[in-house]
């Protein structure tokens, strides 16, 4: 079968060339470059290269695929069925174009080994790959943020350009560590936070980034997971819990969470300066996100679930719920996106109707508006806000009142049918105007509160 022999030019100039590399070379009837824009390639001046076809491929998939099919062409004509095709650095390294003659079943592809960018990048920066947990990552991969543990090391980072698209990757503050021709005799190793990379206008072919510490959710929900199996081995009480335990705890968390957010998105003045309330508000999602952590070790020990199998529940569950974004389906609105959501949910869960999967546990004003909303889906005649208004006065205008208040002890909900018909009024007009009513009756309930403590500091003092 015709051989592709494939060998690296490594990472620098001509001392970091095998010796078995350059007898190839030497020997070889027909050899190519894949391009001679390289240190160690300017003593080979005789080999052809494809740096043209660099100019008329409308793209690197396209360059690369040409690229291999000339050299699956030059194997069967060679007259010795070889042909030795050169590459900068390793050809196991970061070489598009070996991983799509690996491909090709009519031809032989061996790698020649080669010393690679990641032996130089470590040995200038003193750091061992394996001990450190080096991962290589491809600058043009994604435009999705990075994701940690480091060290990372990015290749491909051949220009200014890419360099800006790895800063959009990162958080502005990372500190990361340009390595530019090291080993040659211009290396600079220089230090940039992320914000800042464009500013390396030198940056080339040989340069590369070393991104030292990435932390990120993975590796913070990791180690929070890590964190919850030592409490259930160590401490008696995490021991003792189970689910049904629990449920309270998550509840109260669950309600302290919304406390948290509703102070910090109404705040006093400026909430989103407010440092305390930012933090009052990251305190508590914590609180009932390690209810979550805690249940998902439960399922884990259980052989039921865990956490993994509950992200990856949702996450698929919501690419599902999402035509929109990861199919073909076009939406007009958000009110478009809302009712397919709907039809979605009745499909999947076989439903009858849409308030079937309603939580009935649900505080009461919470509840009606919450089906309001699903009457709306139904096509459902409701009153106009100026109706609802009018309806609401008219019916607290026709309540009997007693002359003196009832006590805690006579407080019953079986009342004359016009405080239902002025309560649904009341809701059904501040769902119209988009006003949430569990809110401002929870922001009245701690003005009411506030007002209470300073009577009280007022009798004390």
């Known amino acids: 079968m015709p051989v592709v ?25 027909v050899v190519r470059l894949r391009t001679r824009i390289h240190p160690a390639a300017a003593t080979l001046d005789h080999v052809a290269s494809y740096d043209e076809w660099y100019e008329r491929a409308e793209s690197f998939d396209e360059l690369y695929r040409s690229i291999v099919e000339d050299l699956v062409s030059l194997a069967f004509s060679s007259s010795n069925g070889e042909v030795v095709y ?37 040995a ?3 750091r061992d790959p394996m001990s450190d947990g080096l991962r290589i990552v491809d600058a043009l991969d994604s435009v999705e943020p990075f994701r940690g543990p480091g060290p990372l090391l990015v290749l491909q980072t051949y220009a200014p350009e890419v360099l800006a698209t790895v800063a959009d990757r990162l958080p502005a503050d990372t500190p990361v560590t340009v390595v530019h021709h090291v080993g040659l005799a211009d290396e600079r190793i ?30 913070a929900t990791d180690d929070l997971l890590d964190f919850m199996r030592r409490l259930r081995r ?28 509703e102070y910090f998105v109404r705040g006093v003045d400026e909430p989103a300066g407010d440092e305390a309330a930012v933090a009052h508000v990251e305190e508590e999602l914590g609180d009932l996100l390690f209810q979550i952590v805690f249940h998902a070790e439960l399922g884990d020990e259980e052989g039921l679930f865990n956490f993994a199998t509950i992200a990856d529940g949702v996450r698929d569950k919501l690419i599902g719920r999402h035509p929109h974004v990861f199919g073909d389906v076009q939406v007009s609105d958000a009110d478009e996106v809302a009712r397919r959501w709907e039809v979605l949910k009745r499909e999947e869960k076989g439903r009858q109707s849409v308030t079937d999967g309603i939580a009935w546990q649900l505080p009461a004003l919470t509840l009606y508006t919450k089906l309001l909303r699903k ?23 026709a309540i009997e009142l007693s002359g003196h208040a009832v006590g805690d002890a006579e407080s019953t909900s079986d009342v004359a049918p016009g405080w239902g018909e002025a309560l649904g009024a009341l809701v059904e007009c501040a769902q119209w105007a988009g006003v949430d009513l569990e809110g401002v009756l929870r922001q ?8 209470i403590w300073r009577e009280e500091q007022f009798h004390g003092s």
Do not use: K
């Not at 990472?11 to 007898?23: I, N, S």
């Not at 940039?192 to 464009?198: G, I, T």
């Open 5 to 29: 022999r494939v060998v690296g030019l490594g990472p620098g100039d001509v001392e970091h060339v095998t010796r078995r590399t350059w007898r190839l070379l030497e020997e070889a009837p």
């Open 86 to 122: 050169a590459v900068p650095g390793s050809p196991v390294v970061a070489e598009r174009t070996v991983e799509l003659l690996r491909e090709r079943s009519e031809v032989t592809t061996i790698c020649e080994p080669a010393v690679s960018v990641i032996d130089v990048v470590c």
């Open 124 to 126: 200038a920066l003193g």
């Open 190 to 219: 220089v230090e940039l936070r992320a914000a800042n990379l464009m500013s390396f206008a030198e940056a080339d072919h040989l340069t590369s980034l070393w991104i030292d510490g990435l932390r990120t959710a993975g590796e």
């Open 234 to 261: 160590e401490c008696p009480w995490d021991q003792e819990q189970t689910h049904a335990s629990l449920t309270r705890h998550l509840l109260e968390e669950a309600y302290e969470a919304l406390d948290a957010l």
């Open 375 to 397: 009457a709306a889906l139904v096509e459902l005649r409701m009153a106009s806000g100026e109706e609802s208004r009018a309806r609401a006065l008219e019916a607290l205008g």
């Open 444 to 451: 009245r309930a701690t003005d009411l509160r506030d007002r």
